[in-house]
């Protein structure tokens, strides 16, 4: 009972988000598209139809937890996600919600911003050329917003 109650909940989650990932690239494409030709895209409908004209292909990647003191693997399988998961799909958008980096002390008790968490991330995404591959957009969890002033 309890699988199925979970993976009841997962299905849900998956369809929650591609619903608000399908409307974020809506909003996007008719911002380009209104940005490139003003007055020809202003009030364009895409029609639903059974063909893969419209489809689009995102990744969510979620819990990323990069840390200077913890489980060194975490950098290096975010750079394999990036160099070959991104370059197989080749989606048009991809989500990184969540804890990207651990924000935690080197004790484990205390929670504290670390630069070179957030350097890891960065230097990640840049030696992958992310930003040539796909639209990244990442939002910060609960460990991102640690010690923020």
Sequence with gaps: MRFTK???FLLFCMILSSVF???ITNLLSEEVAHNLNNDLHKNKVIPMTDTPKHLIWFL???DIHISIFRDPS???EFKEFCDQTV?????SLVLASGDLTDAKTRDNIGSKQMLQEW???RNVLRECNIEKKTL???IRGNHGNINIS
Aim: charged share 15%; glycine share 0%.
């Design 6 to 8: 979970t993976a009841m």
């Design 21 to 23: 990932l399908a409307n």
């Design 60 to 62: 969510q990647i979620s």
């Design 74 to 76: 975490r950098i290096t």
């Design 87 to 91: 370059d197989v799909f080749q989606p």
């Design 119 to 121: 350097q890891y991330y």
């Design 136 to 138: 990244w957009l990442d």
